[in-house]
């Protein structure tokens, strides 16, 4: 089914999609998972609680074990609408330039660095409080303080790795990108999709909502202009890579500092304007430059067309 013969909404596979579906079987899975768990380990004499908390590596593990869950769910659910997965996935380009890529995904995220410091410095003066948990929550997530929490650090490190940089790409880029953006843009059109897309983005990053909609955007908009997955998986994997180095480099160097996290976070307002005057140009003339790529068809429909044109041309010739 092609752009061009849906007549009605009815008739677009996507309409058959529910993303409520996709967060019922998310809650559903995440409270089985860990009420199994909870059972097990009161069985062993484990008491999960604030003093007793899950090790992080089988908060890892059993992260891994969820998406991979709801992807096959997605999955069969698009083979039930009629949906064609390759054309959701469609093929890399021909000569794709890999190189601006990588460049794209380090903007990206010295662009996120530097517009949280900057967007968040003022508010440390206004309601500092409020910084300073968010502050200190970023700091607790840290990938180095989080390894010190379990007992086999090299294997969460391992784990860690296998989760943000190749199962969180492949699930958020067919999840958001693939299913939901032709999803909401089926029921609603294609920029209040985009609009829910970044609203969806906030939801999950909230402390990072600017960046957040930022990488949104970039992601749409590789999407429609490659009309390949693959290439918004690889993006998405080189972003996460990069803010690893970030969290670990940060870790090292300022995590061991003695001063108040808000004067530390005040000091480096600096670094904020610094990241943001270097990444700016690129992150948002690349959305500037490239906005016009909207216009045209959804990724999905697209690459159905081009196969129903190479098949009729094979049938003529």
Known sequence: MTLTNIRFPEDNPFSRIKVRHIFGWLLLLTTGVYFQIIMIGYRLGIKFDG?????????????IYIWILILALLWRQCKLAGIEIKYLIGKVPDRFQWLPLVGLAIA???????????FYYPLSFIVPSFVEKILIDSRNRSILITASKTFAPALYYLIFAIDFHVIDPIFSAFTL????????????????????S???????????????????????????????????????????????????SYTTFFGNQTANILDVFRSQIQ??????????PWVIGFIYKNWYVLKGPLPYFANASEAENIKQLTVDS
């Open 108 to 118: 990206s995220v010295v662009f996120s660095i530097g517009v949280f410091r900057i």
């Open 271 to 280: 670094l904020g304007v610094l990241f943001f005057a270097l990444s700016a």
């Open 177 to 196: 990108m693939a299913i939901m953006l032709h999803r909401w843009a089926a029921k609603w059109g294609k920029i209040p999709a985009i609009i829910a």
């Open 51 to 63: 003093k007793a908390p899950l090790d992080p590596l089988f908060n890892e593990i059993f992260a």
């Open 198 to 248: 970044c609203l969806l983005y906030i939801f999950v990053l909230s402390p990072y909502f600017i960046s957040g909609i930022v990488a949104t955007l970039i992601y749409v908009i590789l999407y429609a202009k490659t009309r390949s997955l693959v290439v918004i998986i690889v993006f998405m994997a080189l972003k996460n890579i990069g803010f690893t180095i970030w969290n670990l």
